[in-house]
């Protein structure tokens, strides 16, 4: 940029010189939320601004759900597991839930603590009685960098420029050292105000577990309204956010085929990709009766160019809609032939006149690919010559739904599990809806499409599935012994069957795995977020 300078300096050295520093994150769901207004604008006829957005009572229904997918900071399979526990009704519940699930929470031991007293299990206590104005918030249990000043400076004496010392020392990771002398004068301000050694050993604990990365409480607060605004959205404007969260791809914990059924599985009409209708991005359409579903736009066929795209757009709105595949290549000679069979394969010239499925539309790009000037005026001959002469049977099912992952990897139709539900009612295998009504500790069975798998740092070696299917995510735990013995089909099948005991406690469903099998379902080119 013309009149900037970058300058490349230690960040502590600059604060040591008195130089502000701003962090600047670039979120993607900054974009999604800008999208979500101008949408809900267009389309609603709703103004909405982002520092108004009301406290609602369905939103927050939602959260206590874990019905979270899609949205900032409270999609992930651990805060799922505890927002029916944290069970938020207001903002501030929010921005403990945004800060709970860390490292620095979960290794200080402050998470259980915090949700046995939010759940009324715990008795509130504090690690001393000076305390209570600084940890009442967050019943007596330290989550925040604000309250690690207040807490030195309580119980220590530290002065605001020694606390702000050791804040830094603890968010340092390599200032361990540096640590160990201000624990020092940590122990001693409060021995001097008569803490014994125990007490003065849970305080240090709270303390040094910030190394492991507290959140400050503005910055919680401030994500936790991002998280509240994609939740408000999503849950009131189903259509706004799930076009803007598309659009904005990659982000966010889940591809874009788990947004989309989710979106489904939440009553949105999802309508096919379609050269005489679709724009590069995804679009909002209107419906008789007042609804409104969403259009999967060109950018999603893998391979088209974009200028390609664009072109069909364009001749589309000086000409009107494509009459056939040879008017299509007539119209818009930018697209090779590599794009036209990626458009007949997912399906987007089955609106073209005289195409009545894919593979009626692959024969007829082929024939279309080779028509060249004095041809182009025997269309109608050509045509009728091409359907009494094109012997390709629809695709099948399966062939369908491998053209669409490999294509635009999603598909709009039935999730791939539900062709299969018929057989697995009879094998006694549960749907992730299913496995709701199931007993705490009993042996049960389910499969699903892996979306993710995650070995977090703090889980002692367990693996955490996340396996979909047409009625929801269902997740399996796999302990370090299990992984060793089926290692391949942990980290390579893309459909798997999964035997073990259910853990069902506070609305909060897994699987603890005995047996993992892999199903035949392998050729489909489903995407899933590992190991992250």
Known sequence: MPGRTVV????????????IKVDLLGLGMMAVLKDCLELIEEHHGDRVDLAQLPEDSEVY?????????GMFQVES??????????HPEKFYDVVVQVAIIRPGPIVGKMMHPYMRRRQKKEEITYPHPSLEPVLKRTLGVPLFQEQLLRMAMTVANFTGAEAEELRRAVGMRRSWERMKNLEGKLRAGMTANGLDAATQENIIQNISSFALYGFPESHAASFALIAYASAYFKVKYLAAFTCAILNNQPMGFYSPAVLVKDAQRHGLQVKPMDVQISEWACTIEHETGGTLSLRLGLGYAKGLRKQSASAIAGSR??????????????????LNRKELTLLARVGALNNLDGIEHRRDALWQVERAGKLEGPLLTQRNELLQE??????????????????DYAGTGLTIGKHPMAYRREDLRRRRIHSAEELRNCKDGELVRTAGCVIARQRPGTAKGFIFLSMEDETGIANVIVTPDLYERERLVVTRSKFILAEGLLQNQDGVIHVKALRLQALSDQTLEVSSHDFH
């Open 61 to 69: 229904r939602t959260l206590q759900r874990a019905d979270t997918v």
């Open 8 to 19: 490349q300096w230690d960040k502590e050295d600059c604060a040591d010189l008195g130089i």
């Open 386 to 403: 091409a359907s009494e002469s094109r012997p390709l049977q629809q695709m099948s099912t399966e062939e369908r739904l491998i053209a």
């Open 317 to 334: 709105q000086e000409q009107g809609r494509f009459q056939s595949a040879e008017n299509l290549v007539a119209r818009v000679p930018s």
């Open 77 to 86: 399979r651990a805060q799922m597991a505890s927002l029916p526990r944290n």
